[in-house]
Structures are given as structure tokens and as C-alpha cells.
């Protein structure tokens, strides 16, 4: 085997350099107990991002000017693209700290990202959006569910109750 020219070991170094200080707040997917609550059915495992910020997110999907997430480094997330028969979905599994946090989000985020049919009071919501895709939303203890979108009400349920029961696992 031949030894590897100092220029290349430096070059790989800096790349990885870049990568970490670019995107901070993104971990290693392996790195999070969050992942379980993925299914895996339809998941395209190469778009796995595991984050504790919301401008991790921002990167890959943009939400809000501001965090309406409510993620400041203590609640950890993911987020991954899955193939439906119809299409494509985006899921988003965040675990907060504690179940106040999550209500909280909850309420704030589906004001903010559904129409005024959203009742902030209920465990999960689902509707068609402005771009004619659905997207729900659903909290279970500690853990807030997003379907951001899907191509068909059928896959967005789908995937949305399949994300439930994975979370469920989550809670301590």
C-alpha cells in the first residue's frame, strides 16, 4: 500500500474542517436516539440530517425568519426525505426536553405553519396546503412530528402514524 501524499491528508483535513464549522449544528446521523422514531419504509437514508439548531434545518428546508421550531442546542431533531408511491414526502421528528416545550411548540408552530382551521389544542392536525401538497403535525409526550409535506393525503397519514409509533419509543 503506498503512503499517502501530505497534500491530499491536508486537503481531505480542510475539507472536513469546512463541512464541521459550515454547518455547526448538524451531528453525525448516528449520533441520536431520535433517529428511531424514522420509519424505515421509503426512507432515503442519504438525506438523513440529524440537528439541534434550526438554521441547520434551514439549510435543506426554510420554515421561518425566525425559530419557530424552538430549537436552541436542548431539544435534538431530524429531518429525511421519503418516496411514497405518489411521490415525495419530508419528515420531521423533534424530542424536546420536556412535554411543556413540545406543547408549546406545537401550538406556536401549527399556528404558524397551518391555516386558521389548526386547533392548537388537539394531538395532530392534517390538511392540504397551499401548494396542493398535505402536511400534519402531531405530539406525543415530548416528541413534536412534522409532515412538512406529501404528495397525497393517503402517504402523508401514512407516514405520519408510522412516525408516531417510532416516537413512541422515544418517550422515557
Do not use: W
Request: charged share 25%; with cysteine; aromatic share 8%.
Amino acid at each position: 500500500m503506498r503512503p499517502r501524499h501530505p497534500v491530499t491528508i491536508l486537503l481531505a483535513a480542510a475539507g472536513l474542517l469546512c463541512l464541521s464549522v459550515m454547518n455547526p449544528a448538524a451531528q453525525a446521523p448516528g449520533s441520536s436516539r431520535v433517529l428511531a422514531a424514522l420509519p424505515a419504509d421509503g426512507l432515503d437514508k442519504a438525506s438523513v440530517l440529524v440537528f439541534r439548531e434550526q438554521k441547520a434545518l434551514d439549510a435543506h428546508y426554510f420554515l421561518a425568519d425566525e425559530t419557530v421550531l424552538g430549537l436552541h442546542g436542548k431539544a435534538e431533531a431530524v429531518f429525511a426525505r421519503y418516496l411514497t408511491g405518489a411521490g415525495e414526502a419530508l419528515l420531521l421528528v423533534v424530542a424536546y426536553p420536556s412535554e411543556e416545550d413540545s406543547r408549546r411548540v406545537y401550538e406556536r408552530f401549527g399556528r404558524h405553519f397551518f391555516s386558521g382551521k389548526f386547533d392548537p389544542k388537539g394531538l395532530r392536525f392534517l390538511e392540504r396546503i397551499e401548494t396542493g401538497d398535505y402536511a400534519a403535525a402531531a405530539r406525543t409526550s415530548r416528541v413534536l412530528i412534522v409532515v412538512m409535506q406529501s404528495p397525497d393525503r393517503a402517504s402523508c397519514e401514512d407516514l405520519l402514524r408510522r412516525a408516531e409509533a417510532g416516537a413512541s419509543g422515544l418517550i422515557d
